[in-house]
């Protein structure tokens, strides 16, 4: 092995760091719009009544999940990617010509098919299915992007120098396949303008509409096998790929137990996918499907907190470091909230539970305090880290930081304790009959009663938001702070006062 | 073994994704068969719904609407009978939802008739104070795309054997036939004929001018559609 | 005290009150105490014990970690590799972990292979029972139910399914439904003059002639546009005020003199009756507002005691 460190090239990782940082705040954005205008209804008017169509909070929607996971989440993955990958194979992008042109080529071909996602969310194009709304062109160049991502992924392994994968790019790989496999079955769509008038003349219509390949029971179970493993390998497994690489590499410290990774990893692999059963509780699906999805849910605690606390117990004897740095606060909690979620989630995949979780806030709490206090926060640790060997300047303000640490963190508890508080209390008085044996609320009873949690949660929300931008703002006054040495970024990074 | 694996990338790949895929093999594969068969009664959607549920997902009315009623006597109070898999054998996409921000609308069409939705579409609050819901006023005015609709239903029909103009047994032993254009032109003229019954039942003035005119504003089409399910 | 626990305790004890308070909002306006609504549902208790558990595992087992970070120190021995600087420990696995990871595959086995079997477990069975237990506990009570009380129950049917149409004061909101303070709208009347009525008042086919089968007996003339609308007013009023005479001469006949119909032949226009109401929601009515959907998913009972609350309303 050479003594010399190797020139990485972080062109690709700076592209996507880009994105990672617009994206997030348009989709942080709708989202907090969306929280206000289930506040007060008059927000689905801020553009006035001329654009009402496009501002609603249905027309939004789509468009935050979608922004928030396939813009931010995504460009976060592809820029750890690439900064990590680099790391840890011990080569570095500039040494083929290839791969770095398939590099800038994933991150065009990104942009332009989030362009087209834009548009065609605004439009109302879409197929209904959660997480997955896009019409068959764009699915067909999501599918090439996604192809670029493997060439990336695999090209970079082709030519490693370090013999043996470090477990975050088991991750990565994991990630990969489990989209790609995915994504594909559940996009499984005829378009419409295949078929043809029985007397042979022109329909017309709109080119690129379909439908589902499959109908009523089994598109459902179809999407929500895609929907809870697109949770998992977009918003678990290349996040913990992540915090394996960043958490050690920031506080200097090794591993706790090489033994506890790959348990975790092969135990999440093999339980993640037959959980998915616990989104369709009570539906029409096999009540055998439904209860494989409870039990598995179950089980899979034990592999996703077996990161966690190998993420905890790596930081063992190093609390001065904890109170020391936000950095490495932003990792600590996001374990803690992988670990609240994990537990949730399965508490909430038990059919009695979910006998009342389902369709109420409670779930919308739980999504939140996954994406807001892990995966929000694990890729905003991501972006610090790199920040200062991408530029090589150190961080811009640690203050800064660490305000928009305390900042987020409120906003995250405000998000999660109204929606739990409004889930649980909705989905009690859905089910309450009163002495008479009627229903003992209307519908909208069960509506106007959860004005005060919306209220408070579009607060969190914005905290969080704000977080954000204060996020993007140090990053951006990163690029023209104080240049740091190479020895200064061996492991904490350098931050300004 | 593991340690193996993690130096030979091909090897560790092909590993991870046998893992993966075989709880979906598993899970959904023996599934398939048995959920299609549609129950009694179970018709295919006419043109003018068809149109009315395009406009529904085109507006993510799913994003705060269910259409699945769960087997508690809670929600077999609110919204009438739990749901049966048959009866969605012809729902492609599934519209389930996740999330009931809103009721849910299974069986909407049992309790909710034209006018109240013609009214409660243009002013959620004003009809239901405290709704949440956004008001939908420029489907007053939109004009809805029926050749899109016809293809969708053409693509049912050549690919999905959906049965359109064959009997369907009905629950009283009856049969009926849900007849589908032999081209775009006559399946206009079907969904103009739809369309005048429900105009018929409606106040505001400028949507029965448009009917009158041979136009279908999107309001139309999706109380069509909500008056269809049932 | 450390002073993590401190913060572990004051969380648990926040979240803690936040579920209580969603006991005591649900409780509201059911009528209902805590306890009852807990103990009458399962699910609640459920649900409510799942919450509860969450949070204190969750906190006091990253709490458990983090003393670990202040007062323990990272040792082991370390793999040979190193990627990009990072080791790792060849540590074993906490074994509570271990020991936990194993217990719920072994229950997991267990549950699938014999446990659920076994339970020959149906949701629409447990759907059929519960049902039947909520049904029979309200069977026996229903009967007993009569007078105020029957007006009571009539309220909180009303209040659960028609007031998203009729208003939370039955007015009908500004006119896009009917007004059940009265029992009928001068426009209602009028438009059952002008086009007859159909809607199954009378629980079964009996129409109502339109005005060119309405003759009044004392001009011996068909009923004129004059005459409609002073009749219609007397009607809507209450049966009173002007138009006293047309109704006798064109109406009496079928509604009765003071209106309050005959069986078989024509409903009271004068009151709402509890089978009127009845009839409306077995079979709709469509009229001049609109039209009002039949409610299959009532039962008897329910229909009998909101037909009483109409009725009392527009007293
Ligand atoms: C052990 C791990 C987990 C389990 C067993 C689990 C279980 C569940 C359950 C039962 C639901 C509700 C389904 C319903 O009733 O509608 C749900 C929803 C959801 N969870 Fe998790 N969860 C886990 C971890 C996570 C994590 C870590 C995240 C994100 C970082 C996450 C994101 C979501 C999302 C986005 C939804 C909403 C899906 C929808 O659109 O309905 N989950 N999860
Ligand atoms: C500023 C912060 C954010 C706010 C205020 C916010 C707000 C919202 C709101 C209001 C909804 C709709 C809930 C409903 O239909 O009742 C929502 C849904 C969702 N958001 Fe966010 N959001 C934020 C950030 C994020 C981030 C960073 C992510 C992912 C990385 C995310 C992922 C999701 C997902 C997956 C859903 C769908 C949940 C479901 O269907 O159950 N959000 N968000
Ligand atoms: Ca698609
Ligand atoms: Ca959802
Ligand atoms: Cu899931």
Redesign the pocket.
């Known amino acids: 092995m050479e003594n010399r460190p190797l020139e990485y090239d972080y062109t690709v990782t700076k592209m996507f760091m880009f994105t990672t940082i617009l994206l997030?705040i348009v989709?942080?954005l709708i989202?907090?719009i969306?929280?206000f205008q289930?506040a007060f209804p008059g927000v689905n008017l801020f553009l006035g009544e001329g654009l009402a169509e496009y501002t609603n909070f249905s027309r939004l929607?789509p468009l935050?999940?979608d922004a928030?996971?396939f813009g931010?989440?995504l460009s976060g993955i592809f820029a750890t990617w690439y900064y990590v990958g680099q790391r840890v194979l011990k080569v570095s992008m500039a040494e083929s010509k290839l791969l770095m042109f398939l590099g800038k080529l994933h991150f065009w071909l990104y942009l332009v098919t989030v362009a087209a996602v834009v548009v065609s969310l605004f439009a109302g194009v879409t197929t209904s299915k959660?997480y997955a709304e896009f019409e068959w062109p764009i699915d067909i160049a999501i599918v090439v992007v996604w192809v670029l991502f493997g060439l990336g992924i695999f090209g970079l392994i082709g030519i490693r120098r370090e013999k043996s994968l470090y477990i975050s790019v088991w991750y990565y790989i994991a990630t990969f396949l489990g989209i790609a496999m995915l994504y594909l079955f559940n996009n499984m769509e005829i378009p419409t303008m295949l078929a043809s008038a029985p007397d042979g003349s022109h329909v017309g219509g709109n080119w690129y509409h379909s439908i589902s390949m499959y109908a009523g029971t089994n598109d459902a179970l179809v999407q929500w096998w895609y929907g809870h493993n697109a949770v998992a390998f977009g918003?678990t497994v290349p996040i913990v790929a992540m915090i394996y690489y960043f958490l050690p590499k920031e506080s200097g410290q090794a591993i706790y137990s090489y033994k506890l990774s790959l348990l975790s990893f092969w135990g999440l692999m093999f339980l993640y996918l037959w959980a998915g059963g616990h989104h369709l509780l009570y539906s029409t699906v096999p009540d055998w499907v439904q209860t494989m999805g409870s039990i598995f849910s179950v089980i899979l605690i034990l592999p996703s907190w077996g990161s966690a606390i190998n993420m905890l117990l790596t930081m063992k004897g190093e609390w001065q470091q904890v109170a020391a740095s936000p950095l490495i606060k932003f990792m600590i909690l996001a374990s803690t909230f992988y670990m609240f979620s994990t537990l949730e989630g399965p508490i909430q995949a038990i059919k009695s539970v979910n006998a009342i979780a389902h369709f109420t806030?409670w779930?919308?709490g739980h999504?939140?305090d996954g994406?807001?206090g892990w995966?929000?926060f694990m890729i905003m640790a991501a972006l610090f880290h790199m920040a200062p060997r991408v530029f090589k300047r150190e961080i811009y303000s640690k203050s800064l930081m660490t305000t928009q640490f305390w900042i987020q963190t409120l906003g995250v508890v405000l998000?999660f304790t109204s929606m739990w508080i409004a889930g649980i209390t909705q989905g009690m008085m859905w089910r309450a009959h009163d002495e008479f044996g009627n229903l003992a609320y209307s519908f909208i009873d069960t509506v106007t009663v959860l004005h005060p949690y919306y209220t408070i949660?579009?607060v969190g929300?914005?905290l969080?938001?704000v977080g954000?931008l204060m996020f993007a703002y140090n990053i951006y006054k990163t690029m023209s702070a104080r240049p740091v040495e190479e020895s200064e970024l061996q492991s904490a990074s350098p931050m300004g006062a | 073994m593991f340690h193996w694996l993690e130096k030979h990338p091909f090897f560790f790949s092909v590993g991870v994704f046998l893992v993966i895929a075989f709880a979906g093999l598993v899970e959904i594969l023996p599934s398939f068969a048995q959920a299609s068969r549609p129950v009694i009664g179970t018709k295919p959607y006419s043109i003018l719904e068809t149109t009315g549920r395009q406009i529904y997902i085109k507006n993510s009315c799913n994003?705060?609407h269910s259409q699945l009623i769960r087997p508690f006597k809670s929600e077999t109070d609110r919204y009438g009978h739990y749901s049966l898999s048959g009866e969605y054998a012809y729902d492609r996409p599934f519209l389930w939802g996740?999330?009931r921000?809103g009721p849910d609308l299974m069986r909407v069409g049992n309790y909710r008739t034209t006018d109240w939705h013609e009214n409660h579409m243009k002013d959620p609050a004003g009809v239901v104070p405290g709704s949440v819901m956004p008001a939908y006023r420029w489907m007053y005015t939109n004009i809805a795309d029926i050749p899109t609709a016809y293809a969708e239903q053409l693509t049912n029909a050549q690919f999905f054997s959906v049965p359109y103009n064959e009997p369907i047994p009905m629950k009283d032993g009856t049969t009926e036939v849900v007849k589908m254009g032999n081209n775009v032109t006559q399946a206009h003229a079907m969904a103009l004929a739809e369309a005048k019954e429900i105009a018929a039942d409606m106040k505001d003035q400028n949507v029965k001018d448009a009917v009158a005119r041979g136009e279908i504003p999107e309001i139309v089409a999706l109380i069509a559609y909500l008056n269809s399910l049932k | 005290m450390n002073k993590l626990y401190l913060w572990g305790i004051i969380i648990t004890i926040i979240m803690f009150a936040a579920t209580f308070y969603t006991l005591v909002i649900t409780a509201g306006d059911s009528g209902k105490g805590l306890s009852e609504i807990l103990s009458n549902d399962i699910i609640n208790s459920l649900a409510i014990a799942g919450a509860i558990t969450l949070v204190i595992i969750t906190v006091f087992v990253v709490i458990k970690y983090v003393r670990q970070m202040q007062t323990d120190t990272a040792q082991g021995q370390l793999i040979d590799e190193q990627w990009d600087g990072i080791g790792e420990y060849l540590n074993e696995i906490p074994k509570g972990w271990g020991i936990a990871f194993i217990l719920t595959m072994v229950w997991g086995m267990w549950y699938f292979t014999i446990g659920y079997p076994l339970n020959a477990y149906s949701q629409i069975g447990e759907y059929n029972e519960d049902s039947a237990v909520h049904n029979a506990k309200f069977e026996s009570k229903y009967s007993a139910i009569t007078g105020d009380r029957l007006v009571d129950m009539g309220k909180s049917v009303f209040l659960a399914e028609c007031k998203v149409c009729h208003g939370l004061n039955a007015d009908g909101i500004d006119g896009k439904a009917a007004d059940l303070n009265v029992r009928i709208e001068e426009k209602t009347v009028k438009f059952a003059i002008e086009n007859g009525s159909n809607n199954h008042l009378l629980g079964s086919e009996m129409p109502m002639p339109d005005r060119n089968g309405l003759f009044n007996s004392n001009t011996g003339a068909l009923i004129t546009d004059a005459e409609i609308d002073i009749v219609s007013k007397y009607v809507a009023n209450g049966m009173s005020g002007a138009g006293e005479d047309v109704f006798m001469g064109t109406c009496a006949a079928c509604h009765g003199e003071d209106g309050k119909g005959m069986e078989y032949v024509a409903p009271s226009v004068a009151t709402f009756t509890p089978e009127l109401v009845t009839n409306i929601l077995n079979h709709g009515k469509k009229g001049s507002i609109g039209q009002m959907p039949a409610f299959e998913r009532l039962n008897a009972k329910q229909k009998e005691a909101v037909g009483a609350y109409v009725t009392d309303l527009s007293k």
């Open positions: 997030g989709g942080m989202g907090v969306l929280a289930l929607r935050h999940t928030v996971i931010f989440t959660e918003f806030d779930i919308v999504v939140h994406v807001l995966v929000g998000y949660r579009g929300g914005l969080y938001l954000f | 994003a705060c996740s999330k921000t």
